[in-house]
């Protein structure tokens, strides 16, 4: 169901932030890059933090892990998700739930960029990784504006491991 490749390879349409009118974030992450027009607005939040709207994508410091991206909140410093761009052509996620999560939210295919927020485990065996498919966050890329949506399919795991 979901290739180990379809995190982390690269996905075309996750807004980039160009290198002009950059501001420096020390998120728990370490220094961000936060480029001026970067903001995503996230009208609702996300779960359990219904009251941050303002957030933003960056690349980790010092290009470490290169297939994840920070999404911090412009709001406060210390609220920040690692999260992992979906290739929506993965089949990760089934074609009619998309079309339907789409269609719900008001976003084309064509400007849709699906973040799926990433939970690291660290136990005595190491760590794991894991991402929810269950309750990814859409953003329409055009007007940089998101929501994270529960899909109703319940065969999408909170916990799928990497």
């Known amino acids: 169901m979901f290739a180990e490749n379809t995190v982390r390879k690269p996905v075309d349409n996750v807004p980039e932030a160009p290198k002009t009118g950059i501001r420096i974030v020390e998120s728990r992450f370490g220094s961000l890059e936060i480029a001026d027009d970067a903001h995503i607005t996230l009208p609702n939040g996300?779960?359990?933090?219904?009251?941050?709207?303002?957030?933003?994508?960056?690349?980790?410091?010092?290009?470490?892990?290169?297939?994840?991206?920070?999404?911090?909140?412009?709001?406060?410093?210390?609220?920040?998700?690692?999260?992992?761009?979906?290739?929506?052509?993965?089949?990760?996620?089934?074609?009619?739930?998309?079309?339907?999560?789409?269609?719900?939210?008001?976003?084309?295919?064509?400007?849709?960029?699906?973040?799926?927020?990433?939970?690291?485990?660290?136990?005595?065996?190491g760590a794991q990784v894991s991402v929810n498919l269950r309750a990814p966050v859409f953003i329409d890329s055009t007007r940089m504006v998101g929501r994270q949506y529960v899909l109703p399919n319940n065969r999408y795991s909170i916990r799928h491991v990497l």
């Open 46 to 125: 996300l779960l359990g933090f219904s009251e941050f709207h303002d957030f933003a994508l960056a690349m980790l410091p010092n290009g470490r892990h290169p297939q994840f991206r920070v999404l911090q909140s412009l709001t406060t410093e210390d609220l920040a998700f690692l999260v992992a761009p979906l290739n929506i052509d993965s089949g990760a996620i089934d074609d009619a739930d998309l079309s339907d999560a789409c269609a719900t939210l008001g976003i084309a295919r064509e400007t849709l960029t699906i973040l799926l927020i990433v939970t690291v485990r660290r136990d005595e065996a």
